[in-house]
């Protein structure tokens, strides 16, 4: 199956806050409030759960532009997104744009620079265990003073916001893998004041990194 709904958010940040630690739901959240000419929505970035299930997160700095140009152009506001690789939606484990640059450069080619480049670019790499302050306090410090937020989920089915800010594939048979298809995660790419793009992005430990054409794990 796949999301019921799925695109991308596009507005400025309001503001940014922490739920209470010792009052949440069955997710702990970061929540930003993204300003669209429809209003102000909250956007929900799982961290942390009680039930024992760790987060992991991951940044890639310095994204593409080129490769991230159909969404930059779009407005303000919500926007739904076809789960294709053409239609500007992003996917953890397929899309170029997730990748990054070379985190290493060499004036002369080299195999070994190009194995650490291969590493360094691999959606396999650089994911970090979640303790919730952690993951909050690089999103927060990355936010500051952001120029523009494009945050990818499903919208809420009541009120303005979005929801599934976390990678949507790879679960293991049990009750979201019904939830699971390629194209379709969610995550919040971040545009600095200076213009770079950097992506912050979430998943669940159980959730694979090796999916087939349905999101399914293999």
């Known amino acids: 199956m796949a999301l019921a709904a799925y695109g991308v958010l596009v507005g400025t940040l309001n503001r940014f806050a922490r739920e209470d630690p010792n009052n949440f739901g069955s997710w702990y959240h970061g929540k ?56 500007g939606a992003i996917d953890y484990l397929r899309d170029p744009l997730l990748r990054g640059r070379a985190g290493c450069v060499a004036v002369v080619a080299s195999p070994l620079i190009a194995l650490l480049n291969a590493i360094v670019r ?9 303790t919730a302050d952690n993951a909050l306090n690089l999103l927060e410090q990355r936010l500051t ?16 916001g979005v929801h599934d800010v976390h990678m949507n594939q790879g679960d293991p048979p049990g009750q979201f893998q019904h939830l699971d298809g390629i194209w379709q995660d969610g995550g919040t790419i971040i545009e600095s004041a200076t213009g770079e793009l950097n992506a912050f992005l979430t998943k669940f430990k159980p959730q694979s990194l090796n999916t087939d054409n349905n999101g399914l794990p293999v």
Do not use: N
């Open 32 to 87: 930003m409030y993204v300003q669209a000419p429809a209003g102000e929505y909250e956007c929900a970035v799982d961290v942390s759960t009680p039930s024992g299930i760790p987060v992991q997160y991951r940044e890639v700095r310095g994204l593409d532009p080129a490769l991230f140009a159909t969404v930059h152009a779009l407005a303000p506001g919500w926007h739904p997104l076809a789960s294709t690789p053409t239609s």
């Open 122 to 130: 691999s959606p396999r790499f650089g994911w970090v265990e979640s």
């Open 145 to 160: 003073g952001c120029r523009k937020l494009f945050v990818f989920g499903a919208p809420y089915t009541t009120g303005r």
